[in-house]
T-cell receptor, first 110, second 114 residues
Framework: KNEVEQSPQNLTAQEGEFITINCSYS?????LHWLQQHPGGGIVSLFM???GKKKHGRLIATINIQEKHSSLHITASHPRDSAVYIC????????????FGAGTILRVKS | EPEVTQTPSHQVTQMGQEVILRCVPI?????FYWYRQILGQKVEFLVS????????KSEIFDDQFSVERPDGSNFTLKIRSTKLEDSAMYFC????????????FGPGTRLTVT
């Protein structure tokens, strides 16, 4: 069983749509990261959270510790949001390292 | 804004050759990491480094790999005798501390072993 599961694997949306990407994990965590990876390969950190909700511009990340689940929402999606979105968790069980999900490939069409 | 930098952006090498991938972490950060991503696969942890020694390493990080902080600013990953399966994107990251501290990633080095 994968330690970090993301869904969906692929997502195509029309510009302006509300998008949700989900992440489930199997152990107690100290932090969960949402990362964005563009076609060139570089990774940018979007959010780090351990509880509740964070918002930055059109991006919202939520986490439910009891259910071991997090969601990343994009409001009013735009073609420039097209990227791979990766969930990664840090847990005492894994030491100080991040354990990554497989990523969700998002394509927003205009 | 401070950022993590990596050089080179792309390295092509022949099987069996040694390569050194270089990273300059953010200057006040104390924890350093290397990750790799084989094409089409998920990002994987290789090694973490703190206080001039390895603090944790994965099963991938075998004897052909080594890390060093030679001069207080650079952080390097050496692969002694490259194999075809070492072809991947290698990311360096750094953080101020452990636990609830954000890790900042460099742009990556694409290593191609032929």
């Amino acid at each position: 069983k994968n330690e970090v599961e993301q869904s969906p694997q692929n997502l195509t949306a029309q510009e302006g749509e509300f998008i949700t990407i989900n992440c489930s994990y199997s152990v107690g965590i100290s932090a969960l990261h949402w990362l964005q990876q563009h076609p060139g390969g570089g990774i940018v950190s979007l959010f780090m959270l351990s509880s509740g909700k964070k918002k930055h511009g059109r991006l919202i990340a939520t986490i439910n510790i009891q259910e071991k689940h997090s969601s990343l929402h994009i409001t009013a999606s735009h073609p420039r949001d097209s990227a791979v979105y990766i969930c990664a968790v840090k847990s005492v069980e894994y030491g100080n390292k991040l354990v990554f999900g497989a990523g969700t490939i998002l394509r927003v069409k205009s | 804004e401070p950022e993590v930098t990596q050089t080179p952006s792309h390295q092509v090498t022949q099987m069996g050759q040694e390569v050194i991938l270089r990273c300059v972490p953010i200057s006040n950060h104390l924890y350093f990491y290397w990750y790799r991503q084989i094409l089409g696969q998920k990002v994987e942890f290789l090694v973490s480094f703190y206080n001039n020694e390895i603090s944790e390493k994965s099963e991938i990080f075998d004897d052909q790999f080594s890390v060093e902080r030679p001069d207080g600013s650079n952080f390097t990953l050496k692969i002694r005798s490259t194999k075809l399966e070492d072809s991947a994107m290698y990311f360096c990251a750094s953080s101020e501390g452990q636990g609830f501290y954000e890790q900042y990633f460099g742009p990556g080095t694409r290593l191609t072993v032929t």
